[in-house]
């Protein structure tokens, strides 16, 4: 099986994230396999990386296609990096099955 992109915490998901800027369309685009034996999700949007745009765009994409409210996904690490670490504030549990559900659904 291959690695998730997803760690449940305490308090909710983090989510490992590569973000392309600057791309023809916003976009999941998949998950990657690190070298490190780690997984991310793949994610564009058309914004550049510049002044916070790449990373609200990357918000707001994230939190439109899995139905969550924009207050709840915040970038945890890798704020000025294309390796970024979203945080998913909730029930653990509940996000973790939606994101597993998810997931299995990506193409």
């Keep these: 099986m291959a690695a998730s992109p997803f760690t449940r915490t305490a308090d909710g998901i983090m989510a490992g994230v590569r973000l392309a800027p600057k791309s023809s369309a916003n976009a999941i685009r998949g998950i990657e396999e690190q070298a490190d034996g780690s997984a991310c999700l793949k994610v564009a949007v058309t ?44 029930d653990p549990a509940a996000l973790g099955a939606m994101l597993e559900d998810w997931g299995r659904n990506l193409t």
């Design 47 to 90: 914004a550049a990386p510049e002044a916070g745009k790449a990373n609200a765009a990357l918000l707001k994409l994230l939190a439109k296609t899995w139905k969550l409210p924009k207050t709840s996904l915040t970038i945890a690490s890798g704020a000025t990096s294309r390796r970024k670490v979203v945080r998913i504030a909730g």
